[in-house]
């Protein structure tokens, strides 16, 4: 699977747009991005994945680049619950597990 | 409809200790995982159970041993335990591995410190 890159932390003012940006230059052609979460320590949540078209449910929209080399995941109203560890994980069929890195620490500050 | 559930939720262990960390799940999933997670760092597969009646070893298996006990059940034990496996362990599952789909559903987890 391919490693992915995420800034360790970012900060967001509440009510606003939280964009997540997640570097995955190495990814092969049939290999998913997935987003899950984690709030404050318990089990990870997942909340969106694609493969090359932009993607949107009730948590989150994902763009991904034409090149696939990157993704950003958008909260479009990012609130105090959002405040968590996000993870960008890519992986491809046949995969069992999901390749978890240290993720990028959101804030949403009041 | 509870989802993922582990048991115990903390546990306190002496070095050389066993125990049994318990999961079950009710959505009628194939896949079950167990994932470490140390302090400050992302999650780590311990061992996987694609479908019933199958496991195999994850990243990190040295020290741990599992049983898919039935559809529902998938349980880790520790034999002898160490302080590097003092960690926050959890359980996951999902409907089938190895597809694009593949959405995870976890535990809350459960907190093992080893004295």
């Known amino acids: 699977d391919a490693k992915t890159t995420q800034p360790p932390s970012m900060d967001c003012a509440e009510g606003r747009a939280a964009n997540l940006p997640c570097n995955h230059s190495?990814?092969?052609?049939?290999?998913?991005v997935y987003w899950y979460r984690q709030i404050h320590s318990q089990g990870p949540q997942y909340i969106i994945h694609?493969?090359?078209n932009n993607e949107t449910n009730e948590m989150a929209s994902l763009i991904i680049t034409e090149d696939r080399k990157s993704s950003t995941l958008i909260l479009p109203h990012a609130t105090l619950r959002d405040t968590a560890v996000y993870y960008c994980?890519?992986?491809?069929?046949?995969?069992?597990?999901?390749?978890f890195g240290t993720g990028t620490r959101l804030t949403v500050i009041p | 409809n509870a989802g993922v559930t582990q048991t115990p939720k903390f546990q306190v262990l002496k070095t050389g200790q066993s125990m049994t960390l318990q999961c079950a799940q009710d959505?009628?999933?194939?896949?079950m995982y167990w994932y470490r997670q140390d302090p400050g760092m992302g999650l780590r597969l311990i061992y996987y159970?694609?479908?019933?009646?199958?496991?195999d070893k994850g990243e990190v298996p040295n020290g741990y041993n599992v049983s898919r006990l039935n559809k529902r059940e998938f349980s880790l034990r520790l034999e002898s335990a160490a302080p590097s496996q003092t960690s926050v362990y959890f359980c996951?599952?999902?409907?089938?591995?190895?597809?694009?789909?593949?959405?995870?559903?976890f535990g809350a987890g459960t907190r093992l410190s080893v004295l």
């Open positions: 996951a599952s999902s409907e089938v591995g190895g597809l694009a789909k593949n959405i995870q559903y």
């Open positions: 190495t990814i092969s052609g049939n290999e998913y």
């Open positions: 694609g493969l090359k």
């Open positions: 994980i890519v992986r491809g069929t046949g995969a069992n597990n999901l390749f």
């Open positions: 959505m009628n999933h194939n896949s």
């Open positions: 159970s694609a479908s019933e009646g199958t496991t």
